[in-house]
């Protein structure tokens, strides 16, 4: 592995637990780790294929740990409902009831697109990428370059069998690294609790402080007899990895430093004051606006039975927690006045090269040619907003624009396609055909696609969506009302693109003989491409011209702050630390950093969300926690509260103790800190942890997975 040039850090300066580190940085912050309890040499983590980063992997949404030799996977429960959506039916419904296979033969395939990734190897790449660019590329051509040197470097990257190969921008274009995973293609569901423990508190706790929810699952990776990567198989054989996590069974206590390690997926904290006000300005209250109408549609039409109910799960489930999120994220905006102190930070950039006339001309022009980007999105972010949950809104138009673009695309040699669409992702691709299958739902998706009709239907002039309003036009109604029911009957009456193998067989279509199929779905995805087409040339040619603008912005920033800059997550592995920590929410009231099962019972009302299993609540009332009984707390530890930094994608991390156990699974946030995506906040700034003695229990004395807690090294006490 190449030598990677990072920044150094001074991390005594810095508040503990800030910070998403690259594994390549953590040995620089040797000395207060050692003195917060770290046994492990801090060498060990810049090593990806050595213990403990080796058994840390990835399941392309959420983080994940290996923790037996036979490729078993523990995870949050949430990050595996798609899976337990997808094999249920009214009769066998694993969301309600959980899963749990009696041994290996009974495990059952996730979905057909999931995926596990083992992260072997980082190299720096910065030059091969962004250096050497002329002067008189445009920002359009600019992009296009970057573009087609990442791609040929993942090409490059991938011809050994069953890598995954991908090349990141780090510090807004500063840096480049390159990060090569092995692919595991066959992923199975070994185990999941049921929604009562699993999903306890629902929505109503979820982003809130105190937590009784037993948020993890279990899969398993499985390769081919030679141990390579390989497509599902009965033949395969459990992946045998070098180093998995052992499960902590001993004490946690208030103090006690934790790691997590895992895949965050994106944050914001060097975004400009103008795209802090967009944000607070319209983004977010439109986003939370539109996912409260999304959901209510969904919800109701969920009450037609319980099979729509179950392919409308997952999507209200991804709705609501990012509404609840956006809405945190808005009062944090609003509370912290994060806009001001952006701006501020702006006016500091200006004074420090004030005294420079070359810079500080040089710094105008920046901002100034910034400005202008964000400007040009003004211009058209109510259309541009309307237009994108027109497909949030209705898979079934997702899939139509999938199967029509995919046409387009299949024509160009395969370097000159978009990189979703390259070769490299056709069979995951064809997978998610399937797994989409089971949220596709024709009632709800129509229902869903006239809410957005009616909104892209009032639309100001200068913003409206030309191909929306000629389809409702060629109605011939009058009323647009009456277009849009007109216009609906027409596509739902008409479309095939509810039917799975019908769409499976469009995967091979060229345009010609996608476009003669006559399908009322398709050709609405078709009209509304140009539109699509447009704003994706725009954004690249505004991410062109970001790769100008950003590292200076970058470099002026850094001077403000004081050179102490952690990366914005970008869905690549991080480390981050934290210690054991309660935290004071508002004047008067102090939260612990613990509960315990006594909490089930004080909110458990046997229905809806505080449904908990009879066996869970017998067991708690008769303090029957064996083993996994915390004596200073006096009861079964359940969750806890850190303040390690994290966001959406770190959902499973490894929360490990100081030996390098796993203690816990990061599974959420605390409301008061829902800003950290853009600001980190010391003071309220907590993660949220499932205790691993509360997993160990629940798998003991309330589902009976013996099997899989000897496999883990753990011998079944409660009987």
């Given at each position: 592995?190449?030598?990677?040039?990072?920044?150094?850090?001074?991390?005594?300066?810095?508040a503990f637990?800030?910070?998403?580190?690259?594994?390549?940085?953590v040995?620089?912050?040797?000395?207060?780790l050692?003195?917060?309890?770290?046994?492990?040499?801090?060498?060990?983590f810049a090593?990806?294929?050595?213990?403990p980063?080796?058994?840390?992997?990835?399941?392309?949404?959420?983080?994940?740990?290996?923790?037996?030799?036979l490729?078993?996977?523990?995870?949050?429960?949430?990050?595996?409902?798609?899976?337990?959506?997808?094999?249920?039916?009214?009769?066998?419904?694993?969301?309600?009831?959980?899963?749990?296979?009696?041994?290996?033969?009974?495990?059952?395939?996730a979905?057909?697109?999931?995926?596990?990734?083992?992260?072997?190897?980082i190299?720096?790449?910065?030059?091969?990428?962004?250096?050497?660019?002329?002067?008189?590329?445009n920002?359009?051509e600019?992009?296009?370059?970057?573009?087609?040197?990442?791609?040929?470097?993942?090409?490059?990257c991938?011809k050994?069998?069953?890598?995954?190969?991908?090349?990141d921008?780090?510090f807004?274009?500063?840096?480049?690294?390159k990060?090569?995973?092995?692919?595991?293609?066959?992923?199975?569901?070994?185990?999941?609790?049921g929604?009562g423990i699993?999903?306890?508190?629902?929505?109503?706790?979820?982003?809130m402080w105190?937590?009784?929810?037993?948020?993890f699952?279990?899969?398993r990776?499985?390769v081919?007899?030679?141990?390579?990567?390989?497509?599902?198989?009965?033949?395969?054989?459990?992946?045998?990895?070098k180093?998995?996590l052992?499960?902590?069974t001993?004490d946690l206590?208030?103090g006690?430093l934790?790691?997590?390690?895992?895949?965050?997926?994106?944050?914001?904290?060097?975004?400009?004051?103008?795209?802090?006000?967009m944000k607070i300005?319209?983004?977010?209250?439109?986003?939370?606006?539109?996912?409260?109408?999304?959901?209510?549609?969904?919800?109701?039409?969920?009450?037609r039975?319980?099979e729509?109910?179950?392919?409308?799960?997952s999507?209200?489930?991804?709705?609501?927690?990012y509404?609840?999120?956006?809405q945190?994220?808005?009062?944090a905006?609003e509370?912290?006045r994060?806009?001001?102190?952006?701006?501020?930070?702006?006016?500091r950039?200006?004074?420090?090269?004030?005294?420079?006339g070359?810079?500080?001309?040089?710094?105008?022009?920046?901002?100034?040619e910034?400005q202008?980007?964000f400007?040009?999105?003004?211009?058209?972010l109510?259309?541009d907003?309307?237009?994108?949950?027109?497909?949030?809104?209705?898979?079934?138009?997702?899939?139509?624009?999938?199967?029509y673009e995919m046409?387009?695309?299949?024509?160009?040699?395969?370097?000159?396609?978009?990189?979703?669409?390259?070769?490299?992702n056709w069979?995951?691709?064809?997978?998610?055909?399937?797994?989409?299958?089971?949220?596709?739902?024709?009632?709800?998706?129509?229902?869903?696609?006239a809410?957005?009709?009616?909104?892209?239907a009032?639309?100001?002039?200068?913003?409206?969506?030309?191909?929306?309003?000629?389809?409702?036009?060629?109605?011939g109604?009058?009323?647009v009302?009456?277009?849009?029911?007109?216009?609906?009957?027409?596509?739902?009456?008409?479309?095939?693109?509810?039917?799975?193998?019908?769409?499976?067989?469009?995967?091979?279509d060229?345009t010609?003989?996608?476009?003669?199929?006559?399908?009322p779905?398709?050709?609405?995805?078709?009209?509304?491409?140009?539109l699509?087409?447009?704003?994706?040339?725009?954004e690249?040619e505004?991410?062109?011209?970001f790769?100008?603008?950003?590292?200076?912005?970058?470099?002026?920033?850094?001077?403000?702050?004081?050179?102490?800059?952690?990366?914005?997550?970008?869905g690549t592995?991080?480390?981050?630390?934290?210690?054991?920590?309660?935290?004071?929410?508002?004047?008067g009231?102090?939260?612990?950093?613990?509960?315990?099962?006594?909490?089930?019972?004080?909110?458990?009302?046997?229905?809806?969300?505080?449904?908990?299993?009879?066996?869970?609540?017998?067991?708690?009332?008769?303090?029957?926690?064996g083993?996994?009984?915390d004596?200073?707390?006096?009861?079964?530890?359940?969750?806890?509260?850190?303040?390690?930094d994290?966001?959406n994608?770190?959902?499973?991390?490894?929360?490990?103790?100081?030996?390098g156990?796993?203690?816990?699974?990061?599974?959420?946030?605390?409301?008061?800190?829902?800003?950290?995506d853009?600001?980190?906040?010391?003071?309220?700034?907590?993660?949220?942890?499932?205790d691993?003695?509360?997993?160990?229990?629940?798998?003991?004395?309330?589902?009976?997975a013996?099997?899989?807690?000897?496999?883990?090294?753990?011998?079944?006490?409660?009987?």
């Amino acid at each position: 592995m190449k030598m990677i040039s990072i920044l150094t850090v001074t991390f005594a300066s810095v508040a503990f637990g800030q910070g998403m580190w690259m594994p390549q940085q953590v040995p620089q912050l040797a000395e207060p780790l050692k003195e917060r309890g770290l046994e492990l040499d801090p060498q060990q983590f810049a090593d990806l294929t050595g213990f403990p980063m080796g058994a840390v992997v990835s399941t392309g949404g959420c983080s994940a740990a290996l923790v037996s030799p036979l490729g078993l996977i523990a995870t949050n429960h949430h990050c595996v409902y798609g899976y337990l959506q997808f094999n249920s039916t009214p009769e066998r419904d694993l969301i309600r009831n959980g899963f749990l296979a009696a041994d290996r033969t009974g495990e059952i395939q996730a979905s057909p697109d999931s995926r596990i990734y083992v992260t072997t190897g980082i190299e720096e790449v910065t030059d091969r990428i962004t250096g050497r660019i002329g002067p008189r590329l445009n920002d359009l051509e600019r992009a296009k370059l970057i573009e087609k040197r990442r791609k040929e470097m993942i090409a490059q990257c991938e011809k050994p069998r069953g890598l995954r190969c991908r090349v990141d921008s780090f510090f807004a274009g500063t840096q480049y690294l390159k990060t090569t995973q092995m692919e595991i293609r066959d992923v199975r569901l070994a185990y999941a609790p049921g929604a009562g423990i699993g999903n306890y508190g629902g929505e109503t706790d979820n982003w809130m402080w105190p937590r009784h929810t037993g948020d993890f699952g279990f899969l398993r990776a499985y390769v081919g007899p030679d141990g390579q990567p390989a497509d599902h198989s009965p033949d395969n054989v459990p992946y045998q990895p070098k180093h998995w996590l052992r499960i902590a069974t001993g004490d946690l206590d208030p103090g006690d430093l934790v790691i997590v390690a895992g895949y965050p997926g994106v944050t914001f904290r060097y975004e400009t004051a103008e795209e802090t006000r967009m944000k607070i300005g319209y983004l977010f209250p439109t986003s939370i606006a539109y996912r409260k109408e999304l959901i209510g549609i969904l919800e109701s039409e969920s009450a037609r039975g319980r099979e729509v109910a179950i392919r409308n799960a997952s999507r209200i489930r991804s709705l609501a927690n990012y509404l609840k999120k956006y809405q945190g994220t808005l009062d944090a905006f609003e509370k912290g006045r994060l806009a001001d102190v952006r701006a501020d930070e702006e006016r500091r950039m200006r004074s420090l090269v004030s005294n420079d006339g070359e810079l500080l001309l040089k710094h105008e022009a920046v901002m100034n040619e910034l400005q202008a980007i964000f400007d040009a999105e003004k211009e058209t972010l109510q259309r541009d907003t309307a237009f994108s949950w027109l497909y949030t809104a209705s898979p079934m138009l997702s899939q139509a624009d999938f199967a029509y673009e995919m046409s387009r695309q299949r024509a160009k040699r395969d370097a000159d396609r978009d990189e979703r669409y390259q070769e490299r992702n056709w069979p995951r691709l064809r997978g998610l055909i399937a797994r989409t299958q089971r949220q596709i739902e024709p009632g709800t998706d129509r229902a869903g696609l006239a809410h957005f009709l009616r909104k892209a239907a009032v639309l100001p002039p200068d913003q409206r969506i030309e191909a929306v309003d000629a389809a409702l036009a060629a109605t011939g109604e009058s009323e647009v009302e009456a277009q849009i029911d007109s216009l609906l009957e027409r596509i739902y009456s008409g479309t095939r693109i509810a039917d799975q193998a019908w769409r499976e067989d469009r995967f091979d279509d060229s345009t010609r003989e996608i476009t003669a199929l006559g399908d009322p779905l398709i050709e609405l995805a078709a009209a509304l491409r140009p539109l699509k087409d447009a704003n994706e040339r725009r954004e690249k040619e505004w991410k062109g011209a970001f790769s100008r603008l950003r590292p200076e912005y970058m470099n002026a920033l850094r001077a403000v702050r004081g050179g102490l800059l952690a990366p914005d997550a970008n869905g690549t592995l991080r480390v981050t630390f934290g210690e054991v920590v309660g935290y004071a929410p508002r004047d008067g009231v102090m939260y612990t950093p613990f509960t315990t099962a006594g909490g089930i019972l004080e909110k458990n009302t046997g229905e809806g969300e505080f449904d908990a299993p009879a066996r869970a609540l017998e067991l708690v009332r008769d303090r029957r926690f064996g083993p996994y009984q915390d004596p200073d707390l006096g009861g079964l530890p359940v969750n806890f509260l850190t303040t390690v930094d994290i966001t959406n994608g770190n959902s499973g991390s490894a929360t490990l103790n100081g030996r390098g156990e796993l203690a816990g699974l990061a599974f959420d946030g605390n409301y008061e800190a829902m800003g950290s995506d853009y600001v980190f906040d010391e003071k309220l700034q907590r993660a949220i942890h499932v205790d691993s003695r509360y997993m160990l229990w629940v798998m003991d004395a309330v589902d009976g997975a013996d099997h899989l807690l000897r496999e883990m090294g753990i011998e079944p006490q409660i009987p």
